[in-house]
């Protein structure tokens, strides 16, 4: 039997564990330094630039010029480094904080989309990844161009995913947009040029490889940067330091300033309903109107699990997220690779909630009283940063309930301020969005670049240019070059929110990729006419709805939420696909020969032994 | 490749358990999403039930469920002969 030896770097815990302590190293250092008032000025930005210099270090430390490392990372990723590049790339910065915008806003309503999250990486790791492990494949147009053994079915597979991908990339470049002048008091301008040139730095070394080792380390950042102040700020209130679990005894008393001496949370303003939630994908300021729990909600049991599904399909179909798979060294890694993604997934929803909560408990407790004449000093801090704003409505002279008015961005910025930590902890939350922010956008510009130099170039097919040799490496990398400039250009005119663009990217891989991939893997009479009909209706109907809703902002159709739409879309897409395969002719032998193989575990990676097939032989000597 | 008579029920098999997997996962998040709420009036460790059930105890339950699936997947590959060769 085919057998291949791929050893993973015994090293690499080391590296990484390194890593984490020059990083920690690092926090203590500052706070240090803090107390001794030595480096006041230089705080706020000292942990981002620190983590931007040691992911760039990485990059250029891990070069390669070698084809597999350069686009898949030499498949010797180890499932846990893995899961940390899947929970970074799952989450993102615009993601991480508009999902905590939208728990501190609406409660357990919006768990439907965390529970999205969690989804999404289990429908990838029970439904998709160990198939496209198997498959081999760099990018996932030449999965469905080895699946359904044409070139014309990949080129509409790549011409499919450049929507989404664009609008992922965006997404984080319009929050980096936001938060860079936040943190650095630069322009929005200056701050996407720093970005572009980071993203250079990070790609252009090693491809996939320099990236995902870049990307271990930024994950790594915001780990930290999520765990670090929650606990600290949960000794502060609970005493006890683990916020995921303490956070509950806290939800009560938010309900008790509700109905007791408190101010009436939503006593003058009208509570957000499911036609109104989609307010919170603009940067605009809103009053908290819905309670954590109880009360009058703003979604329903039915709109909650319509979110999760919507959420979680479009997830599942994240290429950037989806490849990761490839870089396992085996089907059983990469299967490993999305538990891992679940579980650190999986700490960041039970640690957004208490994010929520905490901010909610400082600031609406009425023993806090906010006298106008002698406002905290963190209050003006967030109203210079645009996050919080605060009226005396009623003129008693203090500040209370719906006279505070949010930005959705709002949860991780605001809580080391609002519990009056110190400067390294506000940069250290600053650090985290920033790393979660840059990791995501390379993560999608390195798919997108693959998908124009790899899949949308008419030249040669993807396996014919790496047999002959032709020089991929240095196209990929004008690729990188071009795409990163086209995306930061594009970046200065985008007018959207991140969170709107991210989710958005969303429901167009919901609508337009999930059902094909599914279909393609499990649907046993799937042929290329199944795949046209799967993804024609998918895709223009995600389109349509995003072009009807303004990516989500207005978030009516005909009567119907967006989400609600979208399930329709993908209900459709599914049967259009279903009808389509068994419409057109019996898929052949061959075609069959290619699903049972990429659903057997065992063997070569049917994109390896394609290659290695179609590579010229060497004469094998003789008289 | 494996030969067609050991392949389907090695797939029969791995259909079945992804689909259980997967149902008792959605399953438990759907009826977390929407009866959650019913849950909220009891008290266990501080937490509202129906937000501690939900919001914690369906997060680990997905969390162990996945990594069981890795172990148990592999458990059927080795079986059916459909196991890697690394």
């Known amino acids: ?623 | 490749m494996m030969e067609n008579e050991r392949f389907w029920p090695y797939w029969a098999a791995t259909k079945r358990l992804v689909v259980v997997l997967a149902l008792i996962c959605f399953g438990g998040i759907t009826l977390g999403l929407i009866f959650s709420h019913l849950l909220d009036e009891f008290r266990l460790f501080g937490f509202p039930l129906g937000v501690l059930l939900t919001g914690q105890f369906l997060v680990l339950l997905c969390i162990g469920i996945v990594f069981w699936f890795t172990g148990f997947q592999d458990h059927i590959d080795t079986h059916y002969g459909a196991d890697e060769d690394l």
């Open chain 1, 1 to 623: 039997m085919y057998t291949r030896q791929r050893s993973v770097n015994p090293l690499l815990g080391v590296y990484y564990g390194i890593f984490t302590a020059v990083f920690i190293g690092l926090i203590v250092f500052l706070l240090i330094l803090e107390h001794m008032s030595v480096i006041d000025e230089y705080i706020l930005y000292s942990l981002s630039g620190a983590a931007f210099f040691l992911s760039v270090v990485i990059s250029l430390a891990t070069m390669t010029n070698n084809s597999e490392d350069f686009y898949v990372s030499g498949r010797r990723v180890p499932s846990g480094l893995n899961g940390l590049v899947l929970f970074v790339l799952t989450l993102g910065g615009a993601g991480l904080s508009g999902f905590t915008g939208v728990i501190f806003f609406l409660g357990m309503d919006g768990y439907g989309l965390l529970f999205g999250l969690i989804g999404g990486l289990l429908i990838a790791g029970f439904f998709l990844a160990s198939f496209i492990r198997k498959a081999g494949v760099y990018t996932l147009p030449s999965f469905f161009e080895i699946r359904f053994r044409s070139r014309v079915v990949g080129f509409l597979a790549a011409l499919a995913l450049l929507a989404p991908v664009v609008l992922f990339a965006l997404a984080e470049l319009s929050f980096l947009k936001f938060l860079g002048p936040l943190v650095f008091g630069i322009s929005s301008e200056f701050t996407l040029l720093i970005i572009l040139v980071l993203a250079l730095f990070i790609l252009l070394p090693g491809g996939v490889r320099s990236m995902g080792w870049a990307q271990c380390a930024l994950a790594i950042v915001v780990l930290l940067g999520l765990i670090v102040p929650l606990i600290i700020v949960s000794l502060k209130l609970t005493n006890l330091p683990l916020a995921q679990m303490t956070y509950g005894s806290l939800i009560d008393e938010i309900a008790s300033f509700q109905t007791g001496g408190g101010e009436r949370l939503s006593s003058n303003v009208e509570p957000l309903q499911i036609t109104k939630w989609a307010a919170l994908l603009n940067n605009e300021f809103h009053a908290l109107t819905v309670t954590f729990i109880g009360g009058e909600r703003a979604l329903s049991g039915l709109d909650k699990f319509i979110m999760m599904a919507v959420i979680a399909f479009g997830i599942a179909a994240m290429p950037s997220l989806l490849l990761r798979s490839s870089m396992g060294v085996t089907v059983f890694e990469a299967r490993k690779s999305f538990a891992w993604g679940v579980a650190l997934v999986g700490l960041a929803v039970l640690s957004i909630p208490a994010y929520a909560i905490f901010l909610q408990y400082m600031i609406f407790n009425p023993d806090a009283k906010f006298l106008v004449s002698e406002l905290p000093e963190w209050l003006r801090q967030l109203g210079a940063f645009g996050l919080l704003s605060a009226r005396d409505v009623n003129g008693d002279g203090q500040l209370s309930g719906t006279e505070f008015s949010f930005a959705r961005d709002v949860g991780i910025l605001a809580l080391p301020y609002v519990a009056s930590l110190n400067g390294t902890m506000q940069s250290l939350g600053f650090a985290t969005l920033m790393a979660a922010a840059l990791a995501s956008f390379v993560g999608r510009l390195m798919t997108l670049s693959k998908l124009l130099s790899r899949d949308l170039h008419f030249q040669k097919s993807e396996m014919e240019a790496d047999v002959i040799g032709l020089n991929n490496l240095l196209w990929s990398r004008l690729m990188i070059v071009l795409v990163t400039i086209g995306l930061i250009s594009g970046a200065l005119y985008v007018e959207h929110s991140g969170f709107s663009l991210f989710l958005s990217g969303l429901v167009l891989c919901a609508c337009g990729v999930f059902p094909v991939l599914i279909l393609s893997i499990w649907l046993n009479r799937m042929s290329k006419m199944g795949f046209v009909f799967a993804l024609v209706p998918g895709l223009a109907g995600a389109c349509a709805l995003l072009a009807i809703t303004n990516f989500g902002l207005n978030n009516q159709v005909l009567g119907f939420g967006l989400f609600e739409v979208a399930l329709l879309v993908i209900i459709l897409s599914f049967i259009s696909g279903i009808i389509g395969s068994f419409m057109g002719p019996k898929p052949n032998g061959a075609d069959l020969e290619v699903l049972l193989d990429i659903r057997t575990p065992g063997g070569e990676a049917l994109y390896e032994r394609l290659l290695r097939l179609a590579m010229p032989r060497r004469p094998t000597g003789g008289v």
